[in-house]
């Protein structure tokens, strides 16, 4: 197993983790589990790009696929940022869900991105 193939499942994953952590903050908005389930999944989702940063810069993958490692990357920790920080405007920390639905998609597009490379 390579980087490429590693790299490549790990982008697939994010896509398909999404779909958890919806099912995980229902699961709390309906008092089945806590919300902190959710935000361990956040962490570790964290995690995860993290690592495929790492391994697009490991891989030498190109610009491309390293500045959108890092961009997803960077709206993860964004996304902990404005659920985290009661100063600002609700309207604003929803936007929470919507960079949450970006990076299951760019996980996904950064999977195939690097399917394609020869």
Same mark, same amino acid.
């Given at each position: 197993m390579n ?12 896509? #398909?983790? /999404?779909?958890?952590?919806?099912? =995980?903050? *229902? ?36 610009? &491309? #696929? #390293?500045?959108?490692? =890092? ?6 920790? *964004?996304? /902990? ?18 960079f949450g ?6 996980? &996904? ?7 394609? =490379?020869?």
């Amino acid at each position: 197993m390579n980087v490429r193939s590693v790299f490549i499942r790990l982008g697939k994953f994010v896509f #398909i983790w /999404g779909f958890v952590q919806i099912v =995980l903050i *229902g699961a709390s908005v309906f008092g089945v589990i806590g919300r902190d389930v959710h935000s361990i999944g956040g962490l570790f989702l964290t995690f995860v790009t993290l690592v495929m940063f790492i391994l697009s810069l490991v891989g030498k993958m190109g610009s &491309r #696929i #390293i500045g959108l490692s =890092l961009l997803m990357l960077l709206v993860l920790v *964004g996304q /902990g940022f404005l659920v985290h920080t009661e100063d600002l405007l609700p309207i604003i920390q929803a936007l929470h869900p919507v960079f949450g639905i970006g990076v299951m998609f760019l996980g &996904r597009s950064l999977a195939a991105r690097a399917e394609m =490379l020869a």
